[in-house]
């Protein structure tokens, strides 16, 4: 079957009609480019399987919407949360939100705010970076803030330590806006072909003059932290302020093309490699509930180790981190039960032999006849 080939307009990817047949000047793309052209994931904000809102953030941690973290050193205390709201008519239903609860208006030199997504050097090979053939990087997606002005958005090579960074301008407070930014192909450094960080990228909300008392690093370069966040405004500088994301798509080449929506199955697929939870979608770790729960009977009341595993629904980035949870809510334990049915909560476990696929939990103790919890497990970068 022969496939549709499309043609830049200057504004839009079109499909080529058949009677084009002078290419001259055009950039065409295959049918088969379309799928997955962007690496990041969840760009839409769909999927957020830690908490939907979380307050009082002041360090560097993930919260809300899946494979987006906070990159802080202690600039105002802020609220992240996924919103229902998103530009009309652009197919997005979900944003991710920053609300400085705590001013700072005069940050310290090294003091900094970030919403960053890292990615897998082995999911950036196509980008050829470190050779001849590198490409260029275009980066879109739709923000709204009551803070208008000058921002920063960049990217950190972490196998080189080098970095590009960029300007983008919110010219109206409150209203959604769309923008593009395409980043220089860099023939220095290649990414590693790993599962661990090389690229980051990184949305500026507020920076002390050690990240803006340089020259915008406009082009590839070295990485010195003065040159990544020159001009930008800092959101932190009074309470109520926010800043508001969502469409996030960075792909290869030198312009931006349609958002490569996907459907919620795949996206959650993709995020469960880096964080999977057994609470249902929606259901906060440590919820009080059972739906969900893992585990096994083991047909009889016995004394010493009562020893079952457990089996990842997606196989992990790395070695995760595992957290377990009885059916209180509680942390690090689990809930037994005996053959009359009575159930105990809040009691202690081991986990060990944690893999990419799977782990091992054990408890120690008299009269049960098996053993039931929650997990969470994360490999996040």
Known sequence: MAKQAYVYSGTDWVPLASEVTNLSGYQTKALNQFAHRNLVINGDMQIAQRATSVVSITTSSYNTADRWTVYATTLGTWTQSVENDAPTGSGFRKSLKMLCTTADASPATNDSLEITQILEGQNLQQVKKGTAAAEQLTLSFWIKSNVTGTYTVWIYDGDNARAIAAQYTVSASGTWEYKTVTFAADTTGAFDNDNNASLYLRFGLGFGSGWTSGTLASSWQSYTQANVGVGQVNVGA???????????????????????????????????????????????????????????????????????????????????????????????????????????????ATVDEASQSGFRIYETGTNKNGFFWHYVSDSEL
């Open 238 to 348: 009074a309470t109520n302020n926010y800043w508001q994301i969502t469409g996030v798509q960075l792909e290869v080449g030198p312009t931006a093309t349609p958002f490569e929506f996907k459907s919620v199955e795949d996206e959650l697929l993709e995020c469960q490699r880096y964080y999977e939870k057994t609470y249902n979608q929606g259901v906060n770790p440590g919820t009080s509930t059972s739906l969900g729960i893992v585990g096994a009977a083991n047909g009889t009341n016995t004394t010493g180790y009562c020893i079952q595993t457990a089996s990842f629904k997606v196989t992990k980035r790395g070695t995760p981190t595992v957290t377990v949870y009885d059916t209180a809510g509680n942390s690090g334990k689990i809930t037994t039960y005996v053959t009359d049915g009575t159930a105990t909560t809040n009691r202690t």
